[in-house]
Structures are given as structure tokens and as C-alpha cells.
């Protein structure tokens, strides 16, 4: 059957949301368990950029959706390590001259 390119649209458009709920759901249990041993957000957060059951493309809107709602995420190559991410809570400047809110 051939397909058209609204038909193959739909299908990835389908394929990167239910890719991106997964990624998504994998990160927030890796940064809850991290917050939890830790008791703070305050120290950087680094998780393993292995994300092989999943497209680049997803792990790209992902990771943008993160720094959106808050985290500063940086990228780190390494050749020794792995590559990871590196997960921090963006610091929002107050009037008074204050940290974020917590």
C-alpha cells in the first residue's frame, strides 16, 4: 500500500509523541531519584545521554521542553564517560537581588 505524505506525517507525528511521553517519563524518574538521594536541587543533575530507543529528533523536543519549564540542560561529550546530560535548576534573578523561589 502506498502511503502519502499526509498518511507518513500523521505516523511520525504519532511515533514522536508516544517516543517523547516515554523519554520524558525515563527523565523524571532518573531526576526524582537523584533529587530524593540528595534531599536538594541545588547540585547539578547528570544522566546517561543513552537514549537508543529513540530518535534524535525526540530527544532534541525533549530536552528543549525541559529547559522551558525551568532546567538549564547542557550536553557533554565524552569519550571515557559516555555522553550525559547535565540537568540544572535555572536561577531566576528576584528584585531584591534573591534566588528563585522555592
Excluded: C
Aim: charged share 30%.
Amino acid at each position: 500500500m502506498v502511503v502519502t505524505p499526509k498518511q507518513l506525517e500523521q505516523r511520525v507525528t504519532q511515533k514522536v509523541s508516544q517516543e517523547a511521553d516515554m523519554l520524558e517519563k525515563k527523565i523524571d524518574e532518573m531526576l526524582e531519584k537523584e533529587i530524593m538521594s540528595r534531599g536538594s536541587t541545588e547540585i547539578p543533575i547528570w544522566i546517561d545521554a543513552n537514549f537508543s530507543s529513540v530518535t534524535p529528533y525526540t530527544v532534541k523536543l525533549v530536552i528543549e521542553k525541559y529547559k522551558a519549564s525551568g532546567w538549564d540542560v547542557k550536553f557533554h561529550s565524552d569519550q571515557r564517560d559516555g555522553d550525559s546530560y547535565e540537568f540544572k535548576v535555572k536561577q531566576y534573578s528576584h528584585p531584591q537581588g534573591g534566588a528563585y523561589d522555592r
